[in-house]
């Protein structure tokens, strides 16, 4: 399975400004194939859970508060060479860096606010895939 899936969120911001249409078409004209989806919620202590890796960095705190804020869609993605794919689709982490046409460029307001994540390694977007989903809920 590794190397065809990645794993994506539609953020709390994003979801605030009804960009969830917006995104998943261009997701699924990018020739990306929804194979989970789910509209959600993080709790605090579940957000702070996905987000361990940046335990130690200063805008911690603020990461949690904020995925925690109001809901989300994740979603499980297929795709050929998926995770690279959708770092490009989506745009560098600030969208002021990010190139034009990214869904982040379109979408996003800040470093901080930056409508949507996306897995930066196969071997994350298993453990965020399964983090969120059910093997019985992944249609591949
Ligand atoms: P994401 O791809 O979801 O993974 C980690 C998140 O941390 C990242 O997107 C940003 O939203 C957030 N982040 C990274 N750097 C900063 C920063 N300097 N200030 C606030 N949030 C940040």
């Given amino acids: ?28 004209e990018a ?14 202590e579940k957000a702070g859970e996905f987000y361990e890796v940046h335990k130690e960095r200063p805008f ?6 904020f995925m925690s804020s ?20 989506i745009g560098a982490t600030n969208p002021a860096d990010a190139a ?3 869904i982040r460029a379109k979408y996003a307001t800040s470093i901080g606010e930056n409508a949507v994540h996306g897995a930066d390694s196969d ?5 965020e895939a399964s983090f969120h989903f059910a093997q019985t809920e992944i249609f591949k």
């Fill in 123 to 127: 071997e994350n977007a298993l453990r």
């Fill in 100 to 102: 034009e046409g990214t």
């Fill in 70 to 89: 109001g809901p989300i869609v994740a979603a499980v993605l297929e795709k050929e060479n998926a995770v690279e794919d959708f770092r490009t689709l």
């Fill in 31 to 44: 020739g990306f194939k929804i194979v989970a989806m789910k509209y959600t919620k993080l709790s605090q």
């Fill in 60 to 65: 911690y705190g603020e990461l949690v508060d």
């Fill in 1 to 28: 399975m590794a190397g065809n899936i990645t794993f994506t969120m539609i953020k709390p911001d994003a979801v605030r400004n009804e960009y969830i249409g917006a995104i998943l078409a261009q997701i699924n």
